[in-house]
């Protein structure tokens, strides 16, 4: 566990440019979200989540005031499930990271709420059918 100090503390790599540009991309995704659907309120929670781990339902449930239960039922009923939101959420995400040359491939692991750079690497292969590297030489 962090005390306040450690939490409060700077980051030492902390670059603020990186900050406004991340915040730009996630306003700009956040906006073609209709803003009604239960769809988009778990998309949003999703989202403010990811830098910290892989939201489980329960916790974006809560955020959103209802039981797991409600939010899966909810998310059934437009055809879905939480599983399939957060990998639709970190696909998308990654389709515009992976644009921006001055994000490492472990930064975006990071803010997608990879626990490691393997991991996005095959979740990655499997939304597009390529490696991000290889993604990203495409984009670049």
Do not use: C
């Not at 781990?53 to 039922?73: Q, V, W």
């Amino acid at each position: 566990m962090l005390d306040s100090a450690q939490a409060e503390a700077p980051l030492p790599a902390a670059s603020r440019e990186l900050a406004i540009a991340n915040d730009d991309i996630l306003t700009d995704y956040l906006q073609t979200l209709d803003q009604s659907g239960v769809v988009s309120r778990v998309k949003k929670a999703i989202i403010e989540h990811l830098p910290s781990g892989t939201p489980s339902a329960e916790i974006i449930a809560r955020d959103l005031f209802m039981s797991a239960r409600t939010l899966h039922r909810r998310l059934s009923d437009a055809r879905t499930s939480f599983s399939e939101t957060l990998d639709a959420v970190r696909r998308e995400l990654a389709a515009q990271y992976i644009t921006d040359p001055t994000r490492s491939l472990s930064e975006i692991s990071f803010l997608l709420g990879f626990s490691e750079l393997s991991a996005f690497s095959r979740a990655f292969r499997r939304w597009t059918g390529q490696s991000p590297s290889a993604a990203r030489e495409a984009a670049g």
